[in-house]
């Protein structure tokens, strides 16, 4: 594989499974080094280990990104251990879908404190490191894991699609900010990924919707987003994406 992110540092938040692992692991081995942030210490050192056997260079910071000081310990970290960020791939997210009638307000809440002010975090202490990147190299980037449902209506998962249409409507926002200093900002708009984000799930007609989804087409893989960041990532540095939707071929 052609090392095109050498040299380049990347944080990569929700790195502890699914899509956040593959693109740590896909980053790491086009030669970027890489944060990864997560709550699960135990997973995100097994995927350091794996990463530097692969003689790649990874720093596992374990956080909670909804608490503010505490992600920006870990930028301080990130700073003093690898030399600031110029990639931030903020993709933490959760996911807890039910019909708005059930009123699980601590679900809604969930789901806002990680999907919009977990991601509100990240920004705000990574976005120094990666201006000041783009201000030294010519190029920095931010993703933002958003998702399909920030376009398309799904009964019973308003909540969750209305964080993901924040961060799509934020990141254009940003983009119209940072763009002429040259931080390209993209928001990643994935469809169906076998991940665990589904189950954390409760309500039993989604978990049922979910299933059956799962039987009637082949979703996307974890790599597949992985691969779409590195794609991102290594465009010439006048090139930005503002929004991509990747979809199941199958998926409507
Ligand atoms: P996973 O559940 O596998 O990954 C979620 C990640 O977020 C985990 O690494 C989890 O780690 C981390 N996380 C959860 N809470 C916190 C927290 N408070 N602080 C720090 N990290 C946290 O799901 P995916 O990989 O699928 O999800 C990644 C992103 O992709 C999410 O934003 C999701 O909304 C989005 N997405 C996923 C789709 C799919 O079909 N899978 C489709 C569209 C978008 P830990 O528990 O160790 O903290």
Known sequence: MSKS??????????????????TAEHLAALGASVAVLARRTDRLNELVARIEKDGGTALAIAVDVTDAAAVRSAADRVAAELGG????????????????????????????????????????????????AAAERGV???INTSSIGAQNIYPNFAVYCGTKAYVTHLSRQMRAELGPKNVRVSALEPGFVSTELQSHVTDEATVEWLAGAREAL???????????????????????????????????
Do not use: H, K, Y
């Open 218 to 252: 082949e979703w996307l893989a974890p790599q597949d987003i992985a691969e779409t960041v590195g794609f991102l990532a290594t465009l010439p540095p006048r090139a930005n994406l503002q929004q991509i939707t990747i979809m199941p071929t199958g998926q409507t």
């Open 5 to 22: 992110l050498t040299g380049r540092v990347a944080v990569i938040t929700g790195a502890s499974s699914g899509i956040g692992e593959a």
């Open 85 to 132: 960020a110029d990639l931030l791939f903020n993709n933490a997210g959760v996911m807890l879908a039910g019909p708005i009638e059930e009123l699980a307000t601590d679900q809604w809440q969930r789901q806002i404190d990680l999907n919009i002010t977990g991601l509100m975090n990240a920004i705000g202490a990574f976005t120094p490191q990666l201006a000041a």
């Open 140 to 142: 920095a980037d931010l």
